[in-house]
């Protein structure tokens, strides 16, 4: 079990410019979240997916942010177009449900986003 | 969506204190996770305690469902529990497992 892994770990880009994360689950986790931690703030979702399907996403997604996760296994994050605001931690977590109820989230490392 | 409440916002002790985290939310839940958030932001799981109680070391948890809230105890701090903890929750009328984080209780222990 090597858990959840994110690259880059950092990233500094320019206002303007698109950006692009990439988050690799632990292996055979069929569920995969994105979420957005800005400072002295807890994590808040972003979404999630079951395999290759996303099947939520929260109001915080604006349409400059997509999501992928192609072959259901590692996914990325695009933001287009990148402003001030979008400066956070990004993180992504995964996880292998038992039933409908039992959901224990695994993190990993997080993507630091800073635009300049 | 489901309100998560921490308390106290900031604890500082001494190496060797015990100390009580506090998590209120404001309704029934499926899911309610611990974690450590170190300080290179990793967050660490603590506990899976949607109900009852468990024990792992230094740390202890309790969540009691029908009165809504979390405590995590830690006895003898050492330093590097220094960080802050989150109490995450699944809204219980929700299975698609989205977490609801409180603010955090950011912990500093002193030598």
């Known amino acids: 079990d090597t858990g959840v892994s994110q690259n880059p770990r950092h990233k500094i880009t320019k206002r303007g410019q698109n950006v692009t994360f990439r988050c690799d689950p632990i292996?055979?986790?069929?569920?995969l979240y994105w979420y957005r931690q800005t400072l002295g703030q807890g994590p808040e979702f972003l979404t999630y997916?079951?395999?290759?399907?996303?099947?939520?996403k929260s109001r915080l997604l604006s349409d400059r942010f997509s999501a992928e996760r192609p072959k259901g296994s590692f996914s990325t994050l695009e933001i287009q177009r990148t402003e001030q605001g979008d400066s956070a931690m990004y993180l992504c977590a995964s996880s292998f449900p038992p039933d409908q109820i039992t959901d224990t989230q695994y993190f990993g490392p997080g993507t630091r986003l800073t635009v300049l | 969506g489901i309100q998560v409440e921490q308390s106290p916002p900031d604890l500082i002790l001494q190496e060797g204190a015990n100390s009580t985290l506090r998590c209120n939310f404001s309704d029934s839940v499926n899911n309610l996770q611990w974690f450590h958030q170190n300080p290179w932001g990793q967050l660490i799981n603590l506990f899976y305690?949607?109900?009852g109680t468990k024990q792992n070391g230094r740390l202890s948890a309790t969540t009691v469902a029908t009165e809504r809230y979390s405590l995590l105890y830690i006895s003898s701090s050492q330093t590097t529990d220094s960080g802050v903890y989150f109490c995450?929750?699944?809204?219980?009328?929700?299975?698609?497992?989205?977490?609801?984080f409180g603010r955090g209780t950011q912990l500093t222990v002193w030598p």
């Open positions: 305690i949607p109900s």
């Open positions: 292996s055979e986790h069929n569920r």
């Open positions: 997916f079951q395999n290759e399907a996303q099947l939520e």
């Open positions: 995450a929750l699944a809204d219980r009328g929700s299975t698609l497992g989205r977490l609801y």
